[in-house]
């Protein structure tokens, strides 16, 4: 097993929204580069209307990151041809990270000018290559959701070929799928594979009474956690399985600061 290794999951920062809040997006990156984790995997939706001036703002907050960062694009992202400037300034829209035997793969679910997105089978065996190895834990990353996420109203701009992409993934052996988009974190174990939606990270564009939050994926030997946290401190257990297996494991310690999988109903400690 790969011993102990942590991946930050962060999402939806929304930079040039007027629902952006720089002072957010500061403490999480003081949080991250105190945290220190192997990686910081950020999927999508990092500008709001995918314009160079937005991304170039985001690199500037990305500058200051201490631990790797590996991010793809959301469909705010592609937007007025923004994957052009995602490209150029931020790197490419589909890549493969090897993290002390965790196999990470992110690939870009965007469409241009539209909310909903898509993988498309030409991708299938590319992403399947990617996991073939062997590998302690297989994490796969994208910005669109592949389940319906509670709370979040009419089902729409989901990935449009999710039940293929969900077979796909699950025949490629994946344990974790990170994504974004609905601004509404939550954990589903769909067979073995757990799918996590993160939060925003950075932004008031916010459902009910859910606040802006980030997770923490925690790999200790054969047991994952995967963490909601909240800016400015506090967190909830998500969900905490068996590596090997998928099985779900009993409570995490901490039972004043966590529940279920779910929307985040806790207040985070001032």
């Excluded at 991304?55 to 960062?69: C, I, Q, T």
């Excluded at 993934?169 to 974004?180: D, I, K, P, R």
């Excluded at 939606?197 to 997770?215: D, F, I």
């Amino acid at each position: 097993m790969p011993g102990n290794v942590r991946i930050a999951h962060i999402s939806d920062f929304h930079v040039g929204s007027p629902f952006f809040v720089p002072n957010l997006m500061n403490r999480v990156i003081a949080e991250l580069n105190e945290l220190e984790p192997e990686l910081v995997v950020i999927t999508g939706d990092v500008t709001n209307e995918g314009y160079r001036q937005e991304y170039k703002n985001v690199v500037a907050y990305l500058d200051r990151l201490r631990s790797p960062v590996a991010v793809v694009p959301g469909n705010h992202d592609a937007r007025n041809v923004g994957y052009v400037h995602f490209e150029e300034l931020i790197g490419p829209r589909h890549w493969s990270r090897d993290v002390r035997g965790v196999q990470v793969v992110g690939a870009d679910s965007s469409e241009p000018d539209l909310d909903e997105g898509q993988i498309g089978r030409e991708r299938y065996e590319w992403i399947c290559e990617q996991f073939a190895a062997p590998a302690d834990l297989k994490v796969f990353a994208l910005h669109h959701h592949l389940l319906p996420v509670p709370g979040t109203g009419r089902e729409r701009s989901t990935v449009m070929d999710a039940g293929d992409l969900l077979q796909v993934l699950l025949e490629c052996g994946v344990n974790v799928v990170l994504a974004g988009h609905k601004h509404v974190p939550w954990v589903w174990r769909f067979e073995t594979m757990y799918v996590a939606n993160a939060g925003t990270a950075s932004s008031l564009r916010l459902r009910g009474h859910t606040k802006p939050c980030y997770n923490v994926l925690e790999v200790e030997d054969d047991e994952v956690r995967i963490w909601r946290t909240f800016p400015f401190g506090g967190r909830t257990i998500m969900a905490r399985f068996s590596a090997a297996t998928g099985a779900q494991l009993g409570r995490s310690p901490e039972p004043a600061r966590e529940h279920a999988a779910g929307p985040a109903h806790a207040e985070p400690s001032s």
